[in-house]
């Protein structure tokens, strides 16, 4: 092993090739006992070990003519991450059938699209790919300039809060975005939790953005206690990661959208606007509970969420926020009218279980896609796969939604 500099005066000194050298950015590294505690990730050397690694048993010459074979392959392509490398060297000693079971699987394509994503740096991908990639990123800007263009143009179309957003003043509060309808989800590999998500803006100041996630529900239940002695539970849907310091680690709200709770002023609508009535309202948890025990309401009209999500800003940065994040299209303003329905799409869901999750997913997707999606007849797939990335990103919302929630 040696530097770049050492391998430059071993070149020079025609002791070795360019070829002999391999470069490495980075290094994987484990603290005091993490590899052993990530025992169950890796092979054992036998079978009646339970601490000892299993390591390749050939030697280290059979793995680097290995390596240096998989390198010269005339198509070779970053976006493989070494899984055929992997693969290969697990037929070397004997797991070739271990290797055949988890390929295509979950893991492995998620790889690839890191490997897409982080280490391809040249024109592997193709021109072609290469502009669809290019034009996709100018998507947001371009979403943007429309909704500025159009305010003058046909200001009567737009609803308000697009034009406090376009200004600066009020911003998006009271508004519903969306995850990017993107083929390739800008959170495939990172939070997860926002693709294909549905959120409601609580408030766009110069400090932040703050708004919460209205369609994932979680595990838990909020029992709602009457004089009669009658309760009942509503399902709590999980906001955002973020709590008030000092105040409440993941605080409750209580949302509903029922015009014959606005018209007894039953609680107030998220950000303003002309037309109030088609909005969303945020109410406490004791005006709820008045509502259903009047018989104003049923239970199954009000939505609770715990925790919320944050966008910060810099000083004087208008585009900074959640705003910034549309320009980049991570995500789409949803228009009102499409308000109503995404509500009662949502209302169906039940408290989260092994029972009811790929219900609830499925709900989650139908009042996501209510907005609508161009449906594209050729969706980029994977490097070398016939699953789709769209069908990968799901698949991720699910892991997610199974581990966290």
Known sequence: MTNYGGAIQIIDAKQAEARDFWMFAGYAGWTGGQLLDESESWYMVSADSETVWKMISADSGTVWKELVRQRDEENADPRDAGLKTWSSLMGIIGKENEAKVVSESFADLTLKEWAADAILFNSTAGSDEMQEDLSSSDAGLTQLSEIISSVSSAPDTLDKIVKLAVNARDGLAGSLLRGSPADKSPFLLSDQKFHKSIILILQDDEQMTLGILINHVTTKIRPMMF?????????????GSFGIPGVTDQPTIFL????????????????????????????????????????????????????????????????????????EGKFELVDPSFTEEMWVTLQAQASLSLDTLDRNCRLASDA??????????????????????????DDALRYWIEAFL
């Open 368 to 393: 996501w896609g209510v907005a609508g999606k161009e449906e594209n007849s050729f969706p980029p797939c994977v490097y070398d796969s016939s699953i789709t990335v769209s069908e990968l990103s």
């Open 256 to 327: 509903h959208a029922k015009s014959k709770l606005k018209e007894q002023s039953i609680g107030e609508p998220v950000g303003t606007s002309e037309n109030d009535s088609s909005k969303i309202w945020i109410c406490s948890e004791e005006e709820a509970t008045k509502a259903i025990a009047e018989g104003h309401a049923s239970h199954r009209d009000f939505m609770c969420i715990e925790g919320f999500s944050i966008w910060n800003k810099d000083a004087g940065q208008i585009e900074g926020g959640i705003l910034g994040e549309i320009i």
């Open 227 to 239: 004089s009669s002695g009658r309760i009942v539970e509503i399902p709590i849907r999980y906001g």
